[in-house]
């Protein structure tokens, strides 16, 4: 089955400085590409996705990078802001929409002011 | 984007006792997914849920652990069984909400403490 790992575990950075969190997948009939951010207490929301027709998907300060030939994409944050602290996960399904995910284990965002 | 009803929020509850989950969509999904995820981990796929067919376990899940009904469109319950420490987790439903670009929309979750 599908495989998803991401990096880093942890980051935190200063309020103003970009923010970098990539995944890895191993299944290539993978099509769809989502990020969701969970603050603490809450449930997952849906922040941006992506589908394999696409390289680079952007809205406002969240942006995502996707390349299908080396099974990786990443969330890019620019201008953080401590509301941008929470928990970040990655995911991936087979087919053009959240059918069956398989999630990353995480990567926790703190932003300093 | 589409609302997710899940009751109870949480609950506390003794060892070789059931718990049934319930979730109401506020409109019609042909597949709602039940999720766990333990304390600070990641979520995990217990099982797709489809409307008039038995739903679908992912490995490591089972039904007699795990019921899952199905009666209609918008609603799902999941059913944690003869309950052990270990079972102590937040339990999420959600649906691919075609409001949200068809990703997931979950429930607003069930912690369950196992004592």
């Known amino acids: 089955g599908e495989n998803v790992e991401q990096h880093p575990s942890t980051l935190s950075v200063q309020e103003g400085d970009s923010a970098v969190i990539k995944c890895t997948y191993s299944?290539?009939?993978?099509?769809?590409f989502p990020w969701y951010k969970q603050e603490l207490g809450k449930r997952p929301q849906l922040i941006i996705d992506?589908?394999?027709?696409?390289g680079e998907k952007k809205d406002q300060r969240i942006a995502v990078t996707l390349n299908k030939t080396a099974k990786h994409f990443s969330l890019h944050i620019t201008e953080t802001q401590p509301e941008d602290s929470a928990v970040y996960f990655c995911a991936a399904s087979i087919g053009t929409n959240a059918g069956k995910s398989t999630f990353g284990d995480g990567t926790t965002l703190t932003v300093k002011p | 984007s589409a609302v997710i009803s899940q009751k109870p929020s949480r609950d506390i509850c003794q060892r070789g006792t059931s718990l049934t989950i319930q979730c109401q969509v506020d409109?019609?999904?042909?597949?709602m997914f039940w999720y766990r995820q333990q304390p600070g981990q990641s979520l995990t796929l217990i099982a797709t849920a489809n409307q008039g067919s038995e739903a679908t376990y992912e490995s490591g899940f089972v039904i007699d652990k795990f019921p899952i009904s199905r009666p209609n469109l918008t609603f799902s319950t999941l059913t944690v069984s003869n309950m052990s420490p270990e079972d102590s987790s937040i339990y999420l439903c959600?649906?691919?909400?075609?409001?949200?670009?068809?990703?997931?929309?979950f429930g607003s979750g069930t912690r369950l403490t196992v004592v």
């Open positions: 959600s649906v691919a909400d075609q409001t949200a670009n068809y990703g997931y929309t």
């Open positions: 299944d290539s009939a993978s099509n769809y």
């Open positions: 409109s019609q999904v042909t597949m």
């Open positions: 992506i589908r394999s027709n696409v």
